[in-house]
């Protein structure tokens, strides 16, 4: 009877690729830009940190922001950025310490508090049914 002691090209494979990434992890967590004044989303279209007072604490892609009245934000992407507000599926999270009584809410079609632009997305923020002051964190993928 004659014994092998080669092993499955699979089982080899598997734990080489296993390997691989474990490595790539790792590596990976060494390249993280923790600076505070730049927003770094490379595979974001835009991106921005956005103070209660409507002014960009950091942002990429982003023209402009402006507080338009109390609790309500516009937001103007860069012309280079080519996003078209009405067909983005943005997301947004505010900075707050509140608890569950808190709400952020993003408007991609034109609103009258914005001057019913096209290129230009609306966040309302607010607290209890009223429509509140707060930081908040965009990003558009």
């Known amino acids: 009877m004659r014994t092998s002691l080669r092993t499955p090209r699979g089982v080899i494979t598997a734990a080489a690729v296993v390997a691989a990434l474990a490595a790539g992890t790792a590596g990976g967590i060494a390249l993280a830009d923790d600076s505070p004044i730049k927003a770094l989303a490379p595979h974001a279209q835009a991106s921005a940190q956005i103070n209660a007072d409507g002014t960009r604490a950091q942002s990429q892609g982003i023209k402009s922001s402006t507080r338009a009245a109390t609790g309500i ?30 709400a952020i809410n993003l408007r991609t079609s034109p609103s009258p508090e914005c001057g019913d632009a096209a290129n230009t997305l609306t966040v309302y923020t607010g607290e209890r049914n009223l429509l509140v002051d707060a930081p908040f964190m965009l990003l558009v993928p």
């Open 73 to 102: 934000y516009c937001v103007t992407f860069d012309d280079a950025t080519r996003i078209n507000v009405s067909r983005s599926t943005p997301v947004a999270t505010l900075v707050t310490s509140g608890g569950p009584q808190y």
